[in-house]
T-cell receptor
Framework: ETGVTQSPTHLIKTRGQQVTLRCSSQ?????VSWYQQALGQGPQFIFQ???????GRGNFPPRFSGLQFPNYSSELNVNALELDDSALYLC???????????FGSGTRLTVV | EDQVTQSPEALRLQEGESSSLNCSYT??????LFWYRQDPGKGPEFLFT???AGEEKEKERLKATLTKKESFLHITAPKPEDSATYLC??????????FGKGTRLHILP
């Protein structure tokens, strides 16, 4: 049973650029959610997808967008990067209601 | 405003010294409360899900309980390998998920 895989593991971008982060869900998981975690803080919920539809969103601006594909893998896109976007971005997948979430190891994004 | 508050922020215990971590929440329509363990540089590792007041779950030295306003993670006779940050999260009626800031637990040998 494979877990949640995120790529890349580390990334450095310049302010104003755009970035795409990728996530492969655990086999059979139809729900995926994305989080931003600043150093020393708990993860902040960005949004969640269930069967390719967004079904929950946190307090992030529209420049944070996402996709879920038919194989349940997912992307997080961030436009017009700001210095404060520097963080660990976590992806988590689940079988849905009644089940916990399995997290990936994250992508460390640094915006300079 | 919906909130999840964890206490204490940090806790140092001697090996074998039992204690409890607290997670208090104010959310609309709880659809589940989750406990995770996070080691430095890694993603959170799922421990438990609780759904209704009075529910309890156990795993090795950990036991999680839930009331209408808070959850406790009890650690019995901890070992140094239990050192980690423990995160609590709640899922609201609209599927938004809110994490607390975590409790950094350090078990001294």
């Amino acid at each position: 049973e494979t877990g949640v895989t995120q790529s890349p593991t580390h990334l450095i971008k310049t302010r104003g650029q755009q970035v795409t982060l990728r996530c492969s869900s655990q086999s059979g998981h139809n729900t995926v959610s994305w989080y931003q975690q600043a150093l020393g803080q708990g993860p902040q919920f960005i949004f969640q997808y269930y069967r390719e539809e967004e079904n929950g969103r946190g307090n992030f601006p529209p420049r944070f967008s996402g996709l879920q594909f038919p194989n349940y893998s997912s992307e997080l896109n961030v436009n017009a990067l700001e210095l404060d976007d520097s963080a660990l971005y976590l992806c988590a997948s689940s079988l849905g209601d009644g089940h916990g979430y399995t997290f990936g190891s994250g992508t460390r994004l640094t915006v300079v | 405003e919906d909130q999840v508050t964890q206490s204490p922020e940090a806790l140092r215990l001697q090996e074998g010294e039992s204690s409890s971590l607290n997670c208090s929440y104010t959310v609309s329509g709880l659809r589940g409360l989750f406990w995770y363990r996070q080691d430095p540089g890694k993603g959170p590792e799922f421990l438990f899900t609780l759904y209704s007041a009075g529910e309890e779950k156990e795993k090795e030295r950990l036991k999680a309980t839930l009331t209408k306003k808070e959850s406790f993670l009890h650690i019995t006779a901890p070992k140094p390998e239990d050192s980690a940050t423990y995160l609590c999260a709640v899922r609201e009626r609209d599927d938004k998920i809110i994490f607390g800031k975590g409790t950094r637990l350090h078990i001294l040998p």
